[in-house]
């Protein structure tokens, strides 16, 4: 008896028959494996009385042979029909799933899922809020203890770093606005109020609304990817045990950067849009650069610059809250990080675009429109 793995087709009066010899293990089945899922023809049985060994692969083989061609498996000893018994069962045909729900299963149920863990997620903001005012609070009564050097640094990468792309940012909106707002004036020969579109808009709600989307993808996702692997590497529980709050350390410094930092990065902003009007109109509508400028002053009220102002700290709070929160919230794995990177830059900028709706129905009603 060899020590390979052989087959070969035997006509009978039943039909063909295949008959497997030799030992069939996983060392010994790869040379003929090919040859046999090729086989030409059917095969009415399949006999195993010729194999010598057999294991799991080899009677894996032998069932998949024998569903392939609807064959009847014969001659196997004890011990391949154990094995034949034990994968017979295992084909690949069942469902992987659970069938779906009906629809009006399956929504309420989902609906209830996202109501629960909406409930969850509020008591876990109110939570990360009462241990930041602690903290706050025991910041006050030992001053010695804040960190001026770490809210510098954050102070210089919230803002100082992201003049650059802010700038141009926003010096590329402005000439949009003042582009389009040209042509559906021109309508109306009242070109000359681009001027009016474009300082009242950028200094109001633009500037500020586009700087906070801006601060949410760009430092809102550093916090959140920061604070996540650092709490994923225990470094956040190192900093308990040795007697540092991470509050204090790593939240507090952010949070106050964003807030400091939000007001110039919004007043940057406006003027960079403004000074991109101000290049349209020179080459568009025949408005001097300096007269486009200096008209600004007489056409925008003071109130809208105080708009933009007031809402710029709100919008730095909540954008570094957001990404603090989701960074302490990284548990299990690396993938967590992801997840809670993209939640804090959706978060963020789905509640700036609500509190600024807000603002604008506020400041309408306190007369500053």
Not at 167 to 196: D, H, K, R, W, Y
Not at 226 to 238: Q, R, V
Not at 341 to 362: N, Q
Request: hydrophobic fraction near 50%.
């Amino acid at each position: 008896m060899t020590g390979l793995a052989e087959f070969e087709i035997v006509e009978g009066d039943g039909g063909s028959a295949l008959v497997l010899t030799g030992p069939y293990l996983v060392s010994t089945i790869g040379s003929i494996d090919e040859d046999l899922r090729d086989m030409d023809g059917d095969v009415a049985t399949i006999d195993l009385s010729g194999v010598s060994e057999i294991d799991t692969v080899g009677a894996w083989l032998a069932c998949t042979l024998a569903t392939e061609h609807d064959a009847e498996i014969t001659g196997a000893s004890s011990r391949a029909q154990r094995l034949l018994d034990a994968i017979s069962g295992l084909g690949g045909e069942e469902k992987l799933a659970a069938p779906r729900l009906p629809f009006w299963s399956r929504v309420p149920e989902a609906m209830g899922e996202k109501i629960f863990n909406a409930r969850t997620g509020i008591v876990g903001v109110i939570s990360f809020l009462g241990a930041l005012l602690i903290s706050a609070g025991a910041l006050l009564r030992n001053p010695g203890r804040f960190r001026t050097v770490a809210l510098f640094r954050q102070m210089e990468l919230v803002g100082v770093s992201a003049l650059p792309i802010i700038g141009l940012m926003s010096f590329l909106i402005g000439i949009v606005i003042a582009q389009q707002g040209a042509v559906q004036l021109a309508q109306f020969g009242a070109e000359t109020l681009t001027i009016n579109l474009v300082g009242r808009i950028t200094l109001r709600e633009l500037g500020v609304l586009m700087t906070a989307i801006m601060v949410a993808g760009r430092s809102g996702s550093a916090f959140a990817a920061e604070i996540g692997t650092m709490k994923l590497t225990e470094e956040i529980d190192a900093m308990r045990t040795i007697g540092i709050s991470p509050m204090e350390a790593l939240v507090i410094p952010r949070i106050l950067a964003s807030v400091l930092m939000m007001p110039l990065l919004g007043f940057y902003a406006s003027c960079m849009a403004i000074i991109g009007g101000a290049v349209i109109g020179e080459t568009m509508l025949g408005i001097p650069f300096w007269t486009f400028l200096s008209r600004i002053q007489e056409v925008v009220p003071t109130y809208d610059l105080w708009v933009g102002l007031v809402k710029a700290p709100v919008f730095g709070l909540i954008v570094a809250l957001a990404g603090c929160y989701n960074g302490m919230q990284v548990k299990g794995n690396s993938e967590e990080v992801g997840k809670r990177t993209t939640l804090s830059v959706v978060s963020a900028i789905f509640a700036v675009i609500v509190l600024d709706a807000f603002f604008a129905v506020f400041f309408t009603e306190i007369g500053w429109a």
